[in-house]
């Protein structure tokens, strides 16, 4: 089956730097995304990789290893406005996303 | 109409009841997608159409029916609803169906007693 497994909650505080794990089982692999979604609102946008490495996109990056597996988004300066959900979503052979249950990021003063 | 918009915002609906979710995008999107978000779980796919006139089957199908007439209309409809869809349903947009991200309409809040 196809699974998509990230860390239901974490909490950081402003200013530091967090990390938000996304492990993928997919039939097939189009590349994968990363969203943000604050509470009550619709997802938007951060990411794509479809390669293997970092893209750095502002205080938001995003690293894959497609041998693991494996993504991470990497969230620096962290700003209250950054508390939001962050939801890994992966493209299958059929470029249809499957999508993870949802990181709640809670970020303290 | 600036990106997609979908409408009712919110509805409660009694079981039984016939019902069609609307979405809307005028950014000449080809591919168009219906989801629910469930509490604990990712985002489902209801169905897809890929270009007017196309429809597919996503991975929760049953219960729900869509229609593509033309690029920027894309109409769920539940044909006699049941609590289980309780839900939120969003509807989402892409260029096209490889790379290219998907927009998302702000959602409907369905609930069905």
């Known amino acids: 089956g196809q699974n998509i497994d990230q860390p239901t909650e974490m909490t950081a505080t402003e200013g530091a730097i967090v990390q938000i794990n996304c492990t993928y089982q997919?039939?097939?692999?189009?590349?994968l995304f990363w969203y943000q979604q604050h509470a009550g609102e619709a997802p938007t946008f951060l990411s794509y990789n479809v390669l293997d490495g970092l893209e750095e996109k502002g205080r938001f990056s995003s690293f894959l290893s497609r041998s693991k597996g494996y993504s991470y988004l990497l969230l620096k300066e962290l700003q209250m406005k950054d508390s939001a959900s962050y939801l890994c979503a992966v493209a299958d052979s059929n470029y249809q996303l499957i999508w993870g249950a949802g990181t709640k990021l809670i970020i303290k003063p | 109409i600036a990106g997609i918009t979908q409408a009712p915002t919110s509805q409660i609906l009694a079981a039984g009841r016939r019902m069609t979710l609307r979405c809307t995008q005028d950014?000449?999107?080809?591919?168009m997608y219906w989801y629910r978000q469930d509490l604990g779980l990712g985002l489902r796919l209801i169905h897809y159409s890929n270009t007017a006139g196309t429809t597919g089957k996503g991975e929760v199908p049953d219960g729900y029916s869509v229609s593509r007439a033309n690029t920027d209309d894309f109409p769920l409809t539940l044909a006699s609803a049941v609590p289980s869809q309780t839900s939120v349903y969003f509807c989402?947009?892409?260029?096209?169906?490889?790379?290219?991200?998907?927009?998302f309409g702000p959602g409907t809040r369905l609930t069905v007693l």
């Open positions: 989402a947009s892409s260029e096209g169906t490889s790379h290219n991200e998907q927009f």
């Open positions: 997919t039939s097939g692999f189009n590349g």
């Open positions: 950014m000449r999107h080809n591919a």
